[in-house]
């Protein structure tokens, strides 16, 4: 796993690569891995019992040229907080607070119109999941490469063609056969490439992957995740990337944030959340994970169900439900945010341990867009009803892979 | 290429067979029915007080091309002059042969019913999409309501309702018929104008009777689209508006094609109701009255255009398909 510094180094050493892709896309050319700042994010969806927070009082650092993973189980917001990042949360949710900085982009939340639609493709690639049908079935790639050209007013757009089939040829790929071709004549594994190609062809320097290894089997899960690794030291990007497979964000990323209920209750480098895990949640994570060597009963799964858009707790820890170090005053107050060093745990269990005895002190302080959700917004704590309808997967996270979330 | 040839080969091979079975079956329904246009004939001259031998002799005059002989015998006749693409002779226009009679009823059905067809769908489709697209406003509320209502309200409904109020109501234009006889019929800008003039009401009653069929379907058709995963896709990749609208609406119309395939194929049957009323001298018309007349032939003849449009149609759309949707091609390297 390649740690920041060498990253920055490799960079350092193929710019000469990337400033040929760059040929035809001028204006992004001149752009670095930018950094990112998510502010107090807050995502709201409309339903029938108001407003619901799908997404709540989200502080996370990408850092410029560094690949961060986001795990969660299915229904714990990390999807709508990568459509966030592109200000594409798809109706009836909103962005209802908080920021998205992106060096050279300004706050992303503040966009819309033609500003928005340039930005996205041009300066933030989006990687759809493996298994969703990311191409118009009625048109060859090269044709919706020649669409996404014309889009974004490029000019040269036989030089944008060269551009991407150099890139599919750097992910191993025929790219006159694969531009020649429609979806259906296209594997998965192919359709992922074809995807990170899109992504990355008018040289947009971040990239958010949402679930990129999904539904893709083993071997070719493998090669995706090398290309992901490979390709942003290359072209020096900052990556995100969403999934519920620990091993992913093991595989290819420097910092690791844990969410859990719309909220961010874990972050640190991966290292050091997957070797010494604070949260209980993320302990919980890694005890469900089967072991290759040794007894399988050692795995276990984490007791109860992730809560739902309506069974969150508007108040307090949205994990406690689920929780072996629960206190009272998870219950009624926001957990406070505990730094150590890299790391960042939103725990009253661990504040508690960390300072020895007072948590109040630093009670409530976790998230600066909570207190943006209106209160009516929520319904009355129902998140002791664990077996209600559509409650999500079992705990394992481990054992999700392959559904769709 | 190959492909395509194959295809087509396979089609009509499969064609002909139904072209066979549909005649084979049609010809002995339509002889079963009760009913003989000559023995009808001869009791009509018996009892004008012709005697019986008299009578005969003047039938067998009259009606001497009709085929004679058993069943069976007729039959093979029948196949035969078919393979020389000889429908016969009418029965009730005697001693003229059912293709000029075919031709000239069909050039009254064709012609306003295509124009009728092709307008509706193309308003309905621009409709759809916009009812589609404006779903939760009232607009697209009130399009797809009035799509469902005149989806609803039967054909000769709507053609009496356009006669009341533009023959009577507002007396703009002409109740029934082809054409204005004062106009010489030809290539004369008068006769034409008749012509437009006079096909008015009935393409307008076609068009509006199939259009809100053609909206409904084309809106369930955008909806399911817009929720497919490459339009987000093309949005989060900022593909300019136009384009994904184009990708929308490409991939929305798609099924629709074979729909409106399906109704061109239908068309030569006439619409009865429409052409009654309109007094339009069309297949419909034409079929009808064939069979009050136990017309053996006609009634053959009008089937068999019938089911050979429809086979075709379907060929049609079918090789359209080919063209308009790779993942139908096949053959060519794919999976």
Known sequence: ?405 | MTVLIRRLAGHLARGLVMILIVTTVSFFVIRSVPGDPMAAKYEKLVEQGMSPEAAQRAVEVLYGFAPSGGLWQQYVDYMTGLFRLDLGQSLTIPGVGVSTVLFSAAKWTILPVLAGTLLSFLIGVILGVYAAVRRSGRLGDALAISGSLLHGVPQYVLALLLMAVFTTLIPILPAGGTADIMYEPGLNAGYIGSLIEYATLPVLTYALASYGGWILAMKSSVVTVLGDDFILAAELRGMKRGIVFRYIARNAILPLFTILALSLGTLFGGAIFIERIFNYPGLGLMLIDSITNRDYALMGGAFLLITGAIIVANIMADLFYTVIDPRVRGGEGAP
């Open chain 1, 1 to 405: 796993m390649p740690t920041t510094e060498n990253t920055a180094a490799r960079n350092a050493g193929k710019t000469g690569n990337a400033g040929k892709a760059g040929n035809t896309a001028n204006v992004a050319s001149a752009m670095k891995a930018p950094g990112v700042r998510v502010d107090g994010l807050t995502v709201v969806y409309r339903t029938p019992a108001g407003e619901l927070p799908a997404v709540r009082g989200i502080d996370l650092e990408l850092p410029a040229g560094t690949i961060t993973g986001v795990v969660g189980e299915s229904g714990s917001g990390k999807s709508t907080l990568a459509l966030s990042l592109l200000n594409a949360v798809q109706p009836p949710g909103r962005i209802s607070a908080g920021s998205v900085e992106i060096d050279g982009l300004g706050d992303v939340v503040k966009l819309s119109g033609e500003d928005l639609r340039k930005a996205r493709g041009r300066h933030i690639g989006y990687v759809f999941q493996a298994a969703q049908n990311s191409l118009n079935p009625l048109k060859t790639v090269g044709k919706q490469l020649l669409d996404l050209g014309r889009s974004h007013e490029i000019e040269d757009l036989r030089g944008l063609v060269r551009d991407a089939k150099d890139l599919l040829g750097r992910m191993g790929m025929d790219g006159a056969r694969v531009l020649d071709s429609h979806q259906h004549e296209l594997s998965g594994g192919m359709r992922q490439r074809v995807g990170i190609m899109l992504a990355l062809v008018l040289n947009a320097h971040l990239v958010v992957l949402d679930e990129p290894t999904t539904a893709l089997d083993m071997i070719t899960q493998a090669n995706i995740l090398r290309i992901v690794r490979e390709v942003h030291a290359e072209r020096g990007l900052t990556t995100l990337v969403i999934t519920h497979d620990l091993g992913v964000v093991a595989e290819v990323a420097d910092r690791l944030a844990v969410m859990y209920g719309g909220r961010l209750v874990e972050q640190g480098p991966t290292t050091d959340v997957l070797s010494a895990p604070r949260h209980p949640y993320t302990q919980g994570l890694l005890r469900a994970i089967p072991r290759l060597l040794g007894d399988i009963g050692e795995a276990r799964a984490l007791p109860g169900r992730p809560p739902t858009l309506g069974t969150v707790p508007a108040r307090g820890c949205v994990f406690r439900e689920r929780c072996a170090l629960r206190m009272d005053v998870c219950e009624t107050e926001e957990p406070p945010v505990v730094v150590r060093g890299p790391s960042i745990t939103a725990c009253h269990a661990v504040a508690a341990a960390d300072a020895g005895v007072d948590t109040d002190t630093t009670a409530g302080t976790a998230t600066a867009g909570a207190d943006a959700v209106p209160d009516a917004a929520h319904p009355a704590e129902t998140a002791d009803a664990p077996e209600s309808a559509g409650a999500g997967e079992p705990a394992g996270v481990q054992g999700t892979r392959g559904e769709q979330p």
